[in-house]
């Protein structure tokens, strides 16, 4: 693809990076086919060849129209696109980019401005998070159903666990999952206890991908920092470092690509990710032998698409005699999408429901997912009891 970025942009290494991209792009559309909002909507402006001349446009104009920021709003960031990509254009990461420059160049409907303030403000911190949730979950039963979709049933921590300061293996807390779903860093506890394993665990706060993906960089690349403060000073101490949330370690994973023009945390995001692992990767090696249940898997487009691990939750629990029932669309988000949910409610709902429906179709007992987002959000669709996986092996283990 032909571009003439606007002469007061051309300098800045975040647009020459947005415009090596956008020239990788040959127009095929080969990548509309596994878009959920192509599919949804029959727009072409709704589908990632769409997004890419908007992002252009953009960058050539140095101004965006507020129907154009609309549509790029729109895109779930799910990635899907890029699998079907025959040139191989980081689509992801032309999206961040192209949202923060409409983001500067644009100003949302108030309401919208309102809540996506109110979701940044509140979410990644702990402290006015845990309160308001529990306090929602106390009035959860009265709450109409739109409401109650949002507000996730209190769960309880299941194992009785502990952390070893001095262990190898250093667990991440999360932000919305240590309040939500307090019960899967446990479970992922108790299985490394169960191999005569230890781990410590840390609150490390948010990973800055709500603000980032928001488009407020400056704020999620502030979050990011205060990550690597927290965890560089340990690395020569641990192997690993753990994220049981898939959106979580995916946006860990993005820190040397996101902080790369950073002198001073560019190498630290570097080391600090390479001692990245998801649970699949730390777990393949264990043995276990569990009794067999008929579940359905939903890998979060996160692990799919961003950490490129796709179909190793399905062979590692099919190895521990788990019989997984196959479904259709795999590829395809389940609208939950970080914020998603709640900034699109019907685009969400919509694939939520179709999700639901797939992922049904063999009845199974339960359905996995590895990520907090995808659980609750696939959760208030379904009757079918929906759990991260990790929760699954560890209630087997006791
Ligand atoms: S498949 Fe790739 S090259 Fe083709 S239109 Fe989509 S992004 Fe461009
Ligand atoms: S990231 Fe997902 S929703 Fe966005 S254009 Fe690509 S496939 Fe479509």
Redesign the pocket.
Known sequence: MKTEIHPKLIDLPLVQEADAILRKCVHCGF?TA?????QLLGDELD??RG?IYLIKNLLEDNDIDDGSVEHLDR????????TTCPSGVE??RL?DIGKQFAAERSSAPMMRRVVSSLLRFVVPRKVLFKPLLAFGQLFRPLMPRFLKDHVPAKQSIRHSVTATPDARVLLLSGCVQSSATPNVVASLQRIIESTGGASDLVNEGCCGALDYHLAAHDKGIARMRQVIDLLYPRLDEIDTIVSSATGCGVTIAEYPDILKYDADYAEKAKAVAEKLKDPVELLESLELDLSSKNVAVHTPCSMQHGLDLNGRMETLLQKWGFTIEGHKEGHL?CGSAGTYSILQPELSTSLRDRKVKNLGAGNPSVIVTANVGCQLHLQSGTETPVMHWLELVADLLD
């Open positions: 990548c596994t878009c959920p909002t192509y589908g990632p997004r895109c779930l960031t799910c990635r899907s696109c890029e689509y992801g999206l988000c």
